[in-house]
């Protein structure tokens, strides 16, 4: 990537893998490695379709099938922090590192808001293993049907308001197995209104374009508001 004269790289470290992006003013890159020399890389081109991150390579699947997904301890947020509740699919335990995905997401938020002036920054407050079951395909309707669901407390998040009490979370965000989606990766409730409902301020991202496309970031201010 020396070709490029300007950029942003975001690393992560879970453990004994190290998963990261690095944006380019042209293209999008996604990097996951572990201890055994095992890596992977892929170029996201931004002119292309969605649907080209969504399917999980099987490099990533082996990388990851070694380092199965464990909690890892919430650090304490700040007046101007925004805590995320991070739940995830099984489907998604097996695509890819969650706590990576969520860390990598989160400091890429941050590096944004910095970027755009905006003081605040995400801080993940816990990680939760849904009981939700990717539909068939995971298409428009049905992302936006698990985010109706998630605000209205139904379903499989019947117990979501009482978590989201728990750990005082600002947001609530489900990561699903992008793989079974054909059009679309995310899906999000805004507030509208700064003293709007916050049980609105849900959002259900796909794993595999969650930090490639930004979407766990373009999420968040749509939940935000914008």
């Known amino acids: 990537i020396d070709k490029h004269e300007a950029g942003q790289a975001v690393i992560t470290i879970d453990r004994d893998l190290v998963y990261g992006t690095i944006h380019t003013l042209e293209n999008h890159y996604t990097i996951l490695t572990d201890r055994s020399g095992e890596y992977w890389v892929r170029e996201d081109d931004p002119k292309l379709a969605l649907s080209d991150t969504m399917i ?3 490099e990533v699947k082996s990388i990851v099938s ?3 997904d464990g909690v890892q301890s919430p650090t304490g947020g700040g007046s101007t922090t925004i805590d995320v509740l991070v739940l995830y699919t099984e489907a998604s335990s097996f695509n890819y590192p969650t706590f990576a995905v969520a860390a990598n997401a989160a400091a890429d938020a941050d590096a944004t808001f910095s970027g755009s002036g905006v003081t605040g920054n995400v801080n993940i407050v816990g990680y939760q293993l849904s009981s939700y079951t990717e539909a068939s395909p995971m298409n428009e309707a049905a992302i936006a049907a698990v985010a109706v669901e998630m605000y209205d407390g139904t379903g499989d998040f019947t117990g979501l ?3 989201r ?7 609530a965000v489900l990561l699903f197995d ?3 989606s054909s ?3 995310a899906a999000a409730t805004p507030l509208y209104t700064s003293t709007g409902d916050y049980s609105r301020a849900v959002a259900a991202i796909g ?3 969650a ?3 930004n979407n766990f970031t373009h999420e968040l201010g749509h939940v935000l508001g914008g």
């Open 207 to 209: 794993d595999g374009c």
């Open 66 to 68: 070694k380092h199965p």
């Open 211 to 213: 930090n490639s496309w």
């Open 56 to 58: 999980v390579p099987p």
């Open 161 to 163: 308001s009482s978590l």
């Open 165 to 171: 009490d728990s750990l005082n979370a600002d947001v």
């Open 178 to 180: 992008s793989s079974s």
């Open 183 to 185: 059009e679309t990766c």
